[in-house]
């Protein structure tokens, strides 16, 4: 789920997200328009295809979060020597990747990132594209990456920190105070002291990325197009009244241009398991 996806990231917050198997439901039902809407998932997954080492010729990949099988085609073009596995856990997006991908160079497979059913040191790259900020265990995820890498062998993973969409958030707090609408996003010294931990001499690459929109509208629309709805346990059990929405509108603050912009706070990782001796 190149995740991800619904743009949250997690460690052990208060509220959390949804269960696994409503956040596998939520990105199944939208597979269908997730490719349409993933700009933020193309820019940042591009960035990390550059700073795969040029030396590394990896045999088996592993596209952890893989939602639609987008990158994953891409990393078979890059490394056609390669066997390439599609890990998700949406059942939907998995329908969908192997839909769209003609190859018989990549498996897809149906398992959770805190446990996946593979071999120990069975892969050479691991390539995970905002998905680690889904995880309640989100150390559980690194220390399986760390598990399948092969001595040598290359992490890069992607995720979102604390700040991401901070216009929507504060827009929201204006138009509906007390009731949370955005998801969570874990402070960025928090998640840089996790890496440091499970993965020593790791590096975290932190910049923002700031997308256009119409209006705050069309935002809320490429969030629903991406299944990036709020999943927070605190969340209302009924419909978002019209009136709150046009608040929020009124609330998000315009550029120039009379477009708008949210801010998303970008974080890379990268990270070569280290050779024996």
């Not at 991401?164 to 204006?174: F, P, V």
């Not at 009244?241 to 998000?252: D, I, K, S, W």
């Amino acid at each position: 789920m190149n995740m991800f996806n619904d743009l949250t990231a997690v460690i052990r917050v208060e509220g959390g997200t949804g269960t696994k198997a409503s956040i596998a439901s939520g990105f199944g039902g939208a597979s269908k328009t997730y490719d349409s809407a993933s700009r933020l998932q193309k820019i940042m997954g591009d960035a990390m295809l550059l700073r795969i080492p040029e030396a590394l010729q990896p045999e088996a990949i592993l596209d952890l979060g893989c939602g639609t099988g987008w990158f994953t085609r891409k990393l078979i073009t890059h490394y056609p020597q390669a066997r390439v596995t599609g890990a998700d856990l949406s059942p939907g997006m998995l329908e969908q990747a192997g839909a769209a991908t003609a190859s018989e160079q990549v498996d897809w497979l149906n398992a959770d990132a805190e446990q996946l059913p593979l071999a120990d040191e069975c892969v050479d790259l691991v390539f995970s594209n905002l998905m680690v900020q889904w995880s309640r265990r989100p150390e559980a995820v690194l220390e399986e990456c760390q598990r399948v890498l092969r001595p040598g062998g290359f992490l890069v993973m992607s995720t979102l920190v604390d700040g991401t969409l901070r216009e929507l958030k504060q827009a929201w707090a204006k138009a509906d105070p007390g009731q949370p609408h955005v998801n969570r996003f874990v402070p960025a010294e928090e998640w840089r002291s996790l890496t440091g931990k499970v993965l020593a001499g790791s590096a975290l690459e932190l910049s923002p990325i700031r997308l256009p929109y119409e209006s705050p509208m069309a935002l809320n629309r490429e969030l629903k197009h991406l299944g990036a709805v709020f999943k927070g346990e605190e969340r209302r059990r009924t419909v978002t009244a019209p009136g709150r929405f046009r608040a929020m509108c009124r609330a998000y603050p315009g550029e120039r241009s009379g477009e708008v912009v949210a801010t998303y706070e970008a974080g890379w990782l990268y990270w070569q398991k280290p050779t024996a001796g």
